[in-house]
């Protein structure tokens, strides 16, 4: 079974320093990669997605992510968090085999201090 | 709809209670799923529709929990003699796709809280 893991649970940083999420995935066939983030009393929203192609992904805000398959890795950064970045983070994956539904980390809270 | 809305946003219920949670899809999504989120974890996933096929029902805790999709479009969660385990936020998502492509992307309501006293 395809499973996640988010191994920093609580991230501080100040604003203006980089951020990097990791998140390793432990199915071995073809994945597609998600990162999901959920703002203070707001609903999951996605945050950018990989299925195919260049392993670098750029999605909103500012975030990137790079698949690395032989690692079983994709890792989400940002160069410069802002303030407006604290949210709780949700590394997905999904499997051409496996059941349709994400399957989700347990979540990393970034919390940006001013 | 603009997005996906569930109904009720929050619900204390005793234990022992049944309760029913309400998903109203994206208009024309095909795909629907149910995931459970407790306390300081990621979603988990509880079944999946597509259309009023329920195709996948593998993540549901127990024979108390029951979900259905009769038209197509609008889902219930129902969990009959609830029990302080099942307090948690219960989410629904939906996609316009069914397969494994790149337009297969869930967009998510913003959840039903349980409380279960």
């Known amino acids: 079974a395809q499973s996640v893991s988010q191994h920093n649970h609580h991230v501080i940083l100040s604003e203006a320093a980089s951020l990097e999420l990791g998140c390793n995935y432990s199915?071995?066939?073809?994945?597609?990669l998600f990162w999901y983030v959920q703002y203070p009393g707001q609903h999951l929203q996605l945050l950018l997605k990989?299925?195919?192609?260049?392993?670098l992904v750029k999605g909103i805000k500012g975030f990137e992510a790079e698949f690395i398959k032989s690692k079983f890795s994709f890792n989400l950064r940002k160069p410069s968090v802002q303030w407006s970045d604290t949210a709780e983070y949700f590394c997905a994956v999904t499997s051409n085999t496996g059941r349709r539904a994400l399957t989700f980390g347990s979540g990393t809270r970034l919390q940006v201090q001013p | 709809g603009a997005g996906v809305s569930q109904s009720p946003r929050y619900k204390v219920a005793k234990r022992g209670q049944d309760v029913a949670l309400r998903c109203d899809p994206i208009s024309g999504h095909v795909s629907l799923f149910w995931y459970q989120q407790a306390l300081g974890q990621g979603p988990e996933f509880l079944t999946y529709?597509?259309?009023?096929?329920?195709?996948?029902k593998s993540g549901l805790p127990s024979d108390r929990f029951f979900a259905e999709r009769p038209e197509g479009s609008v889902s219930t969660l129902k969990i009959q003699r609830t029990q302080q385990e099942d307090s948690a936020v219960y989410l629904c998502?939906?996609?316009?796709?069914?397969?494994?492509?790149?337009?297969?992307?869930?967009?998510f309501g913003a959840g039903s809280r349980l409380t279960v006293l």
């Open positions: 990989y299925f195919s192609g260049d392993p």
């Open positions: 199915y071995g066939g073809t994945v597609n």
């Open positions: 529709f597509q259309n009023e096929a329920q195709l996948d």
């Open positions: 998502a939906s996609s316009l796709e069914t397969g494994f492509s790149g337009a297969n992307v869930l967009t």
